[in-house]
Every structure is written in structure tokens, then in C-alpha cells.
């Protein structure tokens, strides 16, 4: 999940919004890292997700 994290931030900070979506490769990269994040996620222990939540 970090690295996703830390990929999805590098990309934004070097681009703006009207690049980003005109460059359907870089979007594609962002859904694809939420996803994993999102999976990522819910594998997450009860007693982690409770703890910082």
C-alpha cells in the first residue's frame, strides 16, 4: 500500500489536472493503484483497522 501511496503522490506532483486527464496511460496507473490499495486494505486485521481508525 505504501508504494502505491508513494507512486500516486510522485505522478501528482508532477502534473496537473489538465494533463492528467488527457494522458489515459497515467489514469489507467491511478485506478490501478487504488485498486490495489483497496484490496490491499481489506486484508487488514479487525484490531488494525480498530486501532487507526
Given at each position: 500500500?505504501?508504494n502505491?501511496?508513494?507512486?500516486?503522490?510522485?505522478?501528482?506532483?508532477k502534473?496537473?489536472?489538465?494533463?492528467?486527464?488527457?494522458?489515459?496511460?497515467?489514469?489507467?496507473?491511478?485506478?490501478?493503484?487504488?485498486?490495489?490499495?483497496?484490496?490491499?486494505?481489506?486484508?487488514?486485521?479487525?484490531?488494525?483497522?480498530?486501532?487507526?481508525?
Amino acid at each position: 500500500m505504501y508504494n502505491e501511496i508513494l507512486f500516486l503522490n510522485d505522478k501528482l506532483s508532477k502534473t496537473d489536472e489538465n494533463s492528467f486527464h488527457n494522458n489515459n496511460v497515467l489514469k489507467r496507473a491511478f485506478v490501478r493503484s487504488i485498486e490495489i490499495i483497496g484490496e490491499a486494505s481489506n486484508k487488514l486485521s479487525d484490531s488494525f483497522k480498530k486501532k487507526h481508525n
